[in-house]
Every structure is written in structure tokens, then in C-alpha cells.
């Protein structure tokens, strides 16, 4: 019979929990958005999200365990996100499944929220097969080479702000509220993308390093002028400078690794030009694209589910001395505490 897992979610300003069987019999699922509580500070509290999480919680825990029909000490194991993320955040989740786990005598993995987004393409799957991953979200941006499952080499990442920090910070700018990254695809979509130039930070640095503080400041810049514009237009030329070389970057990673395949994730991997532009890529190169089903770009418990999933059946149980982790640790990223030197180093 094929694990049960119980997967619990609470990195950020989402609240999530998920029940999955094997790698993508979905028997519950459930994301709770904090966004219309935090919009009104610009952007997340983490005490604010601590307690919304602390309260959401439980409940949510019930409504998933009643709606697949299963009791606590019926699953195989409880998993939850430890990092990175806000820590008062991270913290309830992870405490959460943790008693969870205990109380019922079961294993409890802690799991990567970047794993869960980099394996979210490869959802339904047992396999994960070699290729190159862009994981692009509100608190990063990372090039990996992968190999298969746990096996992760990173090629490059930012310098400063996130792709999608970019996009939320932008769009505080342009008046578009928290967060902003939709709001920019949606007004982008009938705006001139080559009206405007705007910088595209690092694109000639040789490596896979990404910069996009530059493209706010300049983006700052631009509106203190006080000349009139069209948002439509500015929106579409800061989302190409992003997609620009977010694209660019993970097809030279492509070329350089010899990989046919390559799969983006995160938050931003919604966005539309940027899904455009890569398919339209992968089709010149005979390249396959994926990413994450739908409602599984931004954060989500399911994704952390499915990467358990893959930490369960190589063997790991032993997650309940592991601590939050709030900071991306590169050298203990996609390991488990009982797999340590198992993996490649
Ligand atoms: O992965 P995610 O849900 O949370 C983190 O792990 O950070 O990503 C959230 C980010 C936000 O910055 C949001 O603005 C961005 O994803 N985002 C988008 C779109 N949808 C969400 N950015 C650009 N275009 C979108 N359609
Ligand atoms: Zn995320």
C-alpha cells in the first residue's frame, strides 16, 4: 500500500495542509491566502502571520483528516515545511506536525519549502528526472542543475532581491497593492513591453548570478520624474526585464549542463510572459518546459506533501530533531537528517 502523508505548510502568509497518497492521489488539499490581511501593511507581518497560522490551523488539520475519511495514526508519517521562511511563521507549522507526529507515534519529516517548489513541476510522479530547475518566488531566486531527486547542484542565484520581491516591490510603487506580481501580469498584458527600457540586471556577468534590485531603483527613478505614462506600458517593459533574464539565464544553464529538460517554479513561475517566453524557447530548442500544475505556483501544502513523498520512500523518518531553518542553507538542501552522507556531496 502507498504512504499516507499528512502535510502541513506555514512558511509565509500562506496556511496550508494536504493529505497525499504515494506521489499524486490528492485526498485533501487546502490553502488558506493571509494576502487581503497583510495588504494592508504592504506587505507580511510576521506576527500577524504567526497567529492567523496558530488559528487557522487546527481547524484546517480536522476539515482534511475527515474529508479522506482518515484517523492521525492511519497515515505513514506527518511532514511540514522548517525553511526557509518567516520564523514565527515556520515555527507553528513545524511545532504543529511535530505533536502531531508524537502523538500519534508517527515518523515526521521536515522538508524544504524550495525542495516542495522545485519537485512541484514533477507532481503526480515517482520519477525526478535530470534537468535544469529555475525556482523563482516572493523570497528567491535559484538556478539548480538536478540530477534526480536530492540531488541538487546550485548553479546561481540572486544578489539581492527575488524576482518576485521585485514584482511585489514594483507594483508598491505603481500604487498595485500587495502583492503585486499579478497585478503587473494582468495590466502587462495589454501594454508594450519595448516601450520602456528598463535594466536587466546581470545579464552579461557570464554566470547565473541575478540582480534585480537595479530594476527598482531605476523603475523609482522613472516615476520621480513625474512625466505622464501608461502603467499598461511600464508593466510590461519591467516584467520583460525580469523575464528576460530569468529565460535567458536557465537556457544557458541548459546548454552548459546538456539538459533537455527544464522546469520553473515559485510564485512567479505564474506569470504569463514569463511562461510565454519559455514556451516559445522550448520550442525553437526542442526543449520540454515544465511547471507546477495549476494552483500549485504559489505556496501550497501539497508540493511539501509530494516532496515527504519522495524523502519517505528513500527512507527517511527521522525529521523530529530538526529545527526551523529560516535562512536557504545550500549544503543541506533536499537532505534528510537520517539520510546525511547517504547523498552525493
Ligand atoms: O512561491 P510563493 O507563493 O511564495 C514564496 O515562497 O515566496 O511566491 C509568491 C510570489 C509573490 O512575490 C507574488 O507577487 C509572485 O509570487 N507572483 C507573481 C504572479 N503570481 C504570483 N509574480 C508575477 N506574475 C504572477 N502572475
Ligand atoms: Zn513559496
Known amino acids: ?17 494536504a493529505v497525499l497518497e504515494g506521489f499524486g492521489n490528492v485526498l485533501a488539499h487546502e490553502v488558506l491566502s493571509q494576502a487581503p490581511i497583510h495588504a494592508e501593511f504592504g506587505g507580511v507581518v510576521p506576527e500577524v502571520a504567526s497567529r492567523n497560522h496558530l488559528e487557522a490551523l487546527p481547524h484546517m488539520v480536522n476539515r482534511a483528516l475527515g474529508r479522506c475519511g482518515c484517523a492521525l495514526r492511519d497515515l505513514s508519517a506527518v511532514a511540514a515545511t522548517t525553511g526557509p521562511g518567516l520564523a514565527a511563521a515556520l515555527i507553528v507549522g ?43 518566488s516572493g523570497g528567491h531566486t535559484l538556478l539548480f542543475d538536478v540530477e534526480g531527486f536530492s540531488r541538487y547542484r546550485l548553479l546561481g542565484r540572486t544578489r539581492d532581491d527575488a524576482a ?35 535594466p536587466r540586471g546581470m545579464a552579461d556577468s ?41 529565460v535567458e539565464k536557465s537556457f544557458r544553464a541548459m546548454h552548459e ?35 507546477a500544475p495549476q494552483g500549485l505556483h504559489t505556496d501550497n501544502a501539497l508540493m511539501i506533501a509530494y516532496a515527504a513523498a519522495h524523502h519517505f520512500a528513500a527512507g527517511a523518518r527521522q525529521g523530529m530533531e530538526s529545527d526551523i531553518v529560516p535562512n536557504f542553507c545550500e549544503k543541506d538542501f533536499g537532505r534528510q537528517p537520517d539520510r546525511v552522507g547517504v547523498l552525493q556531496s
Not at 541575478?210 to 523609482?220: E, I, Q
Open 257 to 291: 549542463n546538456h539538459r533537455t529538460i527544464l522546469s520553473i517554479s515559485g510564485g512567479v513561475s505564474a506569470n504569463s510572459a514569463l511562461k510565454n517566453k519559455a514556451e516559445s524557447c522550448a520550442f525553437n530548442e526542442s526543449v520540454i518546459l515544465r511547471t
Open 164 to 198: 518576485g520581491e521585485a514584482f511585489d516591490k514594483i507594483a508598491k510603487l505603481l500604487g498595485l497593492g500587495y502583492p503585486g506580481g499579478e497585478a503587473i501580469d494582468i495590466l502587462a498584458k495589454d501594454g508594450d513591453p519595448a516601450r520602456y527600457h528598463f
Open 1 to 17: 500500500m502507498s504512504a499516507v502523508l499528512l502535510a502541513l505548510e506555514t512558511s509565509c502568509d500562506e496556511t496550508a495542509v
Open 94 to 136: 513545524a511545532s504543529a506536525g511535530k505533536g502531531l507526529a508524537l502523538g500519534a507515534g508517527l515518523p515526521f519529516l521536515a522538508i524544504n519549502h524550495l525542495e516542495g517548489h522545485l519537485l512541484s513541476p514533477f507532481f503526480g510522479e515517482p520519477e525526478i528526472p535530470p534537468h535544469t530547475a529555475l525556482i523563482v
Open 206 to 246: 557570464g554566470d547565473f548570478q541575478f540582480s534585480f534590485s537595479g530594476l527598482k531603483t531605476s523603475v523609482r527613478r522613472f516615476l520621480e520624474r513625474g512625466e505622464l505614462f501608461d502603467i499598461r506600458d511600464v508593466c510590461a517593459s519591467v516584467q520583460a526585464a525580469i523575464v528576460d533574464v530569468l
